[in-house]
C-alpha cells in the first residue's frame, strides 16, 4: 500500500470515526478484505511519521490489506500516513440541528443581507457552518432528491418555441432536427425547461457562480494561457450566480440522458451519478478546508499530472491517482473507477441496434482493461489504465489547434487571398454585394457591423491583451452556425491576419442574450459578493472568468451592438479552437462515462468552491451519502421529465407543428 501524500490536508470529517461514502467497497468485499490488526512495528512507525491525530476519510484507511505482490510473500502491508498534517480547529459539518445555533445564524445572515456589503462576510469557521446547517433547515437533502412537475407547468413547446422570437428564423429548422436526434440532445437544447422546473422547487439559497447549462457536453479540455491542457466547464452562455445545487442536478441528470443514447444500462449510470455527487461532495470538504489562494490556483493540469504518474515510484501511484479521483489512500480495489467500471464492462447486454453496433468497436476498445481487472489489480496497471487515457487525450487535442480551424473552414483564392468557404447555412461567407439568406439585408452592412464589434472589442481586454491584437487585422467573416441550444443566435467567425505569412488566426463571435436562469431564480435568493453585469456579453466573460482555472487570452465583448437590422445585442469574442478537445458523449463507453464524472466533479466542486463559501456548502453537503443519494433520486426522476417532453417535441414535428431541416446540417 502507498504512503500518502506529502502533503496531507485538513479534513471536515465529524469525527475520527467518519468516513467517505465514495471510497468504500462493496459490503461484500469488504468483509472479504478485513486484514489482521497492525503490528506493533506497523504502530510505532504510523505514530513517528503522524504524531497529530487527523480524522479517516476512508471506510478501510484503517485495516491492513495485502498487495498482490505480498501475497507471494506472506506478508501484509498497511497503510501508512505521512508526516504531521497541519493543526487545525476541526470542523463538524454533519448535521446537527440546534435551535439557538441556527436562530444566530439565521439573525447574522439577516444582518449581513441588510447591510449591502458586496463580499463575502468575515465569519468565525463555526458561523460559517451554522449558515449551511441553517440551510438545511430550510431544504433537507430529502428534499433536494424531489421532483414532480408541478400543476400548470407550461407546455414545453410552448416554452421552447417562446424562446426563439429574436432568433434567425432560417435557422430554427436545423436547430429543432439537432434538439429531436435523442432525449440528451432535446436536454441540451432546452436548458430553459430546466431553470423553469428548478425555479419552482425549494432551494437551500446558497449562491455561486454557476454555469447554467453543465450538462456532458459542456466540459472539456483546452489549453491554458501558458500552453498546458487543463480540463474544466466550456460553455457559459448561462452563467450568473445562483443556487449551487442547480448545476450539480443538471450534470447529474445528463450522465444518465447520455448512458441510454450509448446503450450503456441505467444501473451503471446511476452509478456514475453517485460517483459524480460522492466526488463533487468530497472537493467542496476538500476546498472547504484550503486556503483561498490555493483553491483559487487549483487546476486540473493533464500534462502534469500523466508526467507525475509516469515517473512516480510504485509506492506513490495510489497518492497520485487518488489526486484525480479524490480520495484519502487506498488500494487498486478501491478505487472508484476499478470499481465501478469492471463490472460493467462484463454485464453489459449484447447491442442490437445499428447506432450500437457502430460503436461497438471503440466501447470494446475502451473497456479492455477493465474487463480484466479483479480485486488485486495492481497499482502498476492502474499506472498505466490512466497513462493511456492522458495520454491519448494529449495527443488528440494538440491536433485541435487553431491553425487546423483555419484549414478546415477557409480556402485561398485565385488571387491568394484566404477567405471563409461557403457551406449555407452552418458557415455562410460574407460578401459585400451579395444577399445572405439569413434575410434580405445586405451583407456589406453585416461586414461593417462585424468591424465595429471588432474594434470595441478590443477595448474590453487588458492592456498586454491588446498589444498582441493589434498585430492582426480583418481580413473575411462568415455567419457560422453552433451547437445545439445556440442554434439561431447570432454567431460568427472573422478571419484575422498578423504581420507575418502565413499568419491567419479566427475570433468567433456569439449574440449573448439574458440567461435563460434569470426569471426563475428565487427573489429571495441573495449572492452579493457576486458581480451581476447588466451588459450580457461581459455576464457571459466574468462568469467564465470567475468559474474557470484559467480562461482564453482573447476572451472578451461588446454591448449594445446595432445591427443591419436594427437589432440590438450584446456579444462575446473567443478563440475558435485552440486545443480543444471534449469526449464523445456519441459514442462514449462505459470507462469514459465514469472518468468524466470524476473530472466534472472536481471541476465544478473548484468553480462553487471558487465562488462560493465552500465551508458553507460542505456543512449544507455533510459528510455521509444523503446528498449523493439525493442527486441520484432527483435524476432518475427528472429524467422521466425530460423523456416525456421529448415525445411533445418529436410528435409535434410528425404533426407538422414544428418545422425540421432535412439533415441535422440543415
Known sequence: MAASSSSPRKSVSKSAKSTTPATRTPAKKTAAKQAPAKSAAAKKTVAKKAPAKRPVATATGAAARKTPAAKKAGKTTANKTTSAPKKHTPIKVGYEPDAARLAAAAQAQAEFERSGAGRLPHRHREERVAEGHLARARVSLAQLGDYAPVPGRPSPIDVVLGQESTRLANLLPVRHMRMAQSPFTFYRGSAILMAQDLGSHPTPLLPAQIGGDAHMSNFGFYAADDRRLVFDMNDFDETRPGPFEWDVKRYAASILLAARDNDIPDELAERAILIFARRYAWWIREFAVKPSLEVWYDRLDVQTWVDQLKNAPLKDIE???????????????????????????????????????????????????????????AAEDLRQFYVTAGTTVLKRAAKKTGQKAVNSLTEVDASGRRQFINNPPLIERLVDDTTHVSGPVDGSRIVETLRSIFRQYRASLPEDRRVLVDRYSYRDAALKVVGVGSVGTRAAVMLLEGQGDPDPFILQIKEAGESVLTPYIPAEFKAAHLPTPTQMGKRVVLGQRLMQATSDIFLGYVSSVVGPAGFVADYYIRQLKDMKYSFDVESMDVATLMINALLVARVLGHAHGRTGDPLVLAAYIGDDDQFAEAILAFSKNYVQQVQADFDVFTEAIRSGDIEVSATVDG
Open 319 to 377: 497518492n497520485l491517482i487518488a489526486s484525480l479521483e479524490g480520495g484519502e489512500d487506498r488500494g487498486a480495489a478501491d478505487h472508484i473507477l476499478v470499481n465501478a467500471a469492471k463490472a460493467a464492462v462484463q454485464k453489459a447486454p449484447a447491442k442490437a441496434t445499428a447506432n450500437s453496433k457502430k460503436k461497438s468497436g471503440k466501447k470494446d476498445k475502451g473497456n479492455k482493461f477493465l474487463r480484466e481487472m479483479d480485486d488485486t489489480t
